[in-house]
């Protein structure tokens, strides 16, 4: 099925779909105003007047636009601006004098709101109709939210909607790496006040030093994610959307902003470009002080460390392997390498550690590559061919994976044993890997969703790499008893990873088009086709 095939199916209304959304929102407690905040500058007239139609055509009723207009230098845009607010109160308009810039341009469009919550939208992009229903739903499920972000696509320069973009759930680490949020985004208006709005000198990047510093003030539970498509981002020719480098000062002022981040809220860190991604960035946690001590549990011993390991102890193949030789170990973080590892690359060892090391983290994992030299794994995606399977498997060396995440550190719901680091307080407190349960199959998993359990994150980093001498597949493992166990113990995370998306499919390889999603109210079913892929 076509992207185009999957919008016809999933992602249109019916007549009586959008009826029945609009009494929904209707029948809410809650109708808080949105306003829509709106940068301007030299804006096509053609691309800008879709946009602002776009809000128009709200389902949704109760919004205003606040456009700022950055003192334009074509004499027609202020005409133009003050025609389209002709006759409609929500069209509201501030003219600058000067030019400041986008970050000082979106503050005067912050000043006019009134609303409670406040969406964003650039001068030539489109929502969809449903954006703000959607919106409001969640609100009124989740009241203490405070930021709130939606799934988003491209559009063309023919109009098409293409190459869709299907996020996590709030995902701290990934957030750091690259501003997966970035559209549609909807804040809390009294947070982007406390903040103080928009800061200038980030300009390029401005949205990015925003929800970064708005993420700093709340809980995980309050960043809520609408697994919908509500913005169509437009390639316009010079974009970011049309080509990543378009705006290479971009980079520098997000990498600003994250070094800003961090150090405001006390995180001994940096951040440098990632090494395989210029656009993106890397996070390197400062080792403590007190450095850590190490026990590697595995095998064969890697000939290659670049930190120092107090001791190795060999594994036998299994949980209970494990937990005895964890029992005996000296060091303050436990390392387990299956017996496929064959070799390690330069610095693997003191990244897995600055991960480990950190209080909020559980468990930590690495980029673990094929002997041909494919990525077999070490993150894994719940669900996924079974019980879970490895997110990018049998991409080459270099291929970025689902819009650049093989490439960069990220939360993830559990990473495989084949090389897994945990402190040793963690490992003790959970009393191990569940040896009677599962005594050869998925143990890793379930320690990671157990320590979850326990608000600890589990972390895969690409900047650890390990080789594998050989693949071990075992396809009974989904039909084991333990896997009917896992089922039992984890039934609904195994289908609704938080890190992977429901409009993603659960075969194998993954990040291809779900048919249908797991959870959308805009169900039906497809037209029969024999198209495959997007």
């Known amino acids: 099925m076509t992207y185009q095939e999957w919008i016809a199916a999933y992602d249109t209304l019916t007549p009586e ?3 029945a959304l609009r009494h929904e929102v209707a029948a809410l407690a809650e109708q808080p105003l949105v306003s829509v905040l709106m940068p301007v500058y030299n804006s096509n007239f053609t691309f800008l ?32 601006l003050e025609e389209m607010a002709k006759g409609d109160s929500r069209l509201k308009l501030f003219l600058r004098e000067e030019n400041g810039g986008i970050a000082l341009c979106s503050n005067s469009a912050l000043a006019l709101a009134r609303g409670e919550w ?41 109009g098409a909607r293409t190459n869709p973009f299907f996020k996590p759930d709030w995902n701290p680490e990934l957030f750091l790496g690259q501003n997966y949020l970035n559209h549609l985004g909807v804040y809390r208006t009294s947070l982007l006040r406390e903040i103080g709005g928009f800061r200038a000198g980030f300009e390029g990047s401005q949205d990015y030093d925003l929800a970064l510093r708005c993420s700093a003030r709340l809980r995980g539970e309050q960043i809520r994610h609408l697994p919908r498509v509500l913005y169509h981002w437009r390639m316009v020719a010079g974009s970011l959307a049309d080509r990543p480098d378009a705006k290479p000062d971009a980079r520098h002022a997000a990498r600003r902003a994250l070094n800003s981040y961090l150090q405001e809220r006390g995180i001994a860190a940096r951040a440098e470009a990632c090494p395989e991604n210029a656009e993106s960035h890397r996070v390197i946690y400062k080792l403590p002080a007190a450095r850590p001590s190490v026990t590697i549990l595995g095998v064969t011993p890697l000939p290659e460390t670049d930190y120092p390991v107090l001791e190795f102890i060999p594994l036998e193949p299994g949980a209970a392997s494990a937990n005895a030789n964890a029992e005996r170990a000296g060091g303050d973080i436990l390392v387990f390498l299956g017996d496929a590892v064959c070799a390690a690359e330069p610095g693997w060892l003191s990244e897995i550690v600055r991960q480990a090391a950190r209080p909020e983290v559980g468990a930590v994992g690495a980029r673990l590559w094929s002997p041909e030299g494919t990525l077999e794994g070490g993150g894994l995606i719940l669900g996924l061919g079974g019980i879970a399977a490895p997110a990018w498997r049998y991409s080459p060396r270099g291929h970025p994976g689902y819009f650049n995440r093989a490439w960069l550190q990220q939360n993830l719901s559990a990473v495989s044993g084949s090389c897994l680091a945990i402190r040793r307080s963690a490992f003790q407190q959970l009393g191990g890997f569940d040896s009677e349960n599962l005594p050869h199959h998925f143990y890793d998993i379930d320690l990671c969703l157990r320590l979850q359990e326990n608000r600890l994150q589990i972390i895969w980093t690409p900047y650890a790499s390990l080789s594998l001498d050989r693949v071990v597949t075992d396809e009974a493992a989904n039909t084991s008893p333990e896997a009917e166990y896992m089922r039992k113990r984890w039934g609904r995370i195994l289908g609704d990873d938080p890190f992977y998306n429901p409009n993603l499919s ?5 990040f291809t088009l779900a048919i249908p999603p797991r959870a959308n109210a805009l169900q039906r079913q497809p037209p029969e086709t024999g198209a495959q892929g997007y």
Request: net charge negative; with cysteine.
């Open 118 to 158: 406040c969406a964003l939208l650039d001068q030539d992009d489109l929502l969809a109709e449903n954006a703000f229903a959607e919106v409001v739903r969640e609100i009124g499920r989740h009241p203490e939210a405070g930021l709130i972000y939606s799934d988003e696509d491209f559009v063309d320069s023919l």
């Open 506 to 510: 659960l075969d194998l390889p993954g």
């Open 49 to 80: 007047r879709e946009a602002i139609e776009s809000v128009r055509g709200q389902i949704y009723a109760n919004w205003e636009l606040c456009i700022a207009d950055d003192c334009s230098t074509n004499d027609e845009t202020r005409p133009f």
């Open 17 to 19: 779909q959008r009826d």
